[in-house]
């Protein structure tokens, strides 16, 4: 009879080893994908990060830009007014018959 509990105390035994074996290796494995999504999460930190500094480069050209084709818009304007004056100016000058310089 103590050899029947003595084998059943090892049988019980050896099941709470495997139970205990499984267990680790599922901790393992799940630390494992832990891990993995950790180092997925932060590369995609970086990416987006990246973007996000690429995206406010992206708008700082487009705002200077914007100001260059502003004061070309301003320098344009004014060369019209220049020669609008030029021009009547030249207009005068034929209505009252003055020499041309």
């Known amino acids: 009879m103590s050899f029947v509990i003595c084998h ?7 099941l709470s080893f495997v139970i205990c074996y499984w267990s680790f290796v599922i901790g393992h494995l799940s630390f ?12 995609s930190f970086v990416i987006c990060h990246l973007s996000f500094v690429i995206c406010y480069l992206l708008l700082v050209i487009c705002h200077l830009l914007l100001v260059i084709c502003h004061l ?5 304007h004014l060369l019209l007014v220049i020669c609008h004056l030029l021009f009547s100016d030249q207009e005068w ?4 018959k003055l020499p041309h310089w």
């Open 8 to 14: 059943l105390s090892f049988v019980i035994c050896h």
């Open 93 to 96: 000058r034929i209505q009252l």
């Open 32 to 43: 494992v994908i832990c891990y993995w999504s950790f180092v997925i999460g932060h590369l």
């Open 72 to 76: 070309l818009l301003v320098i344009c």
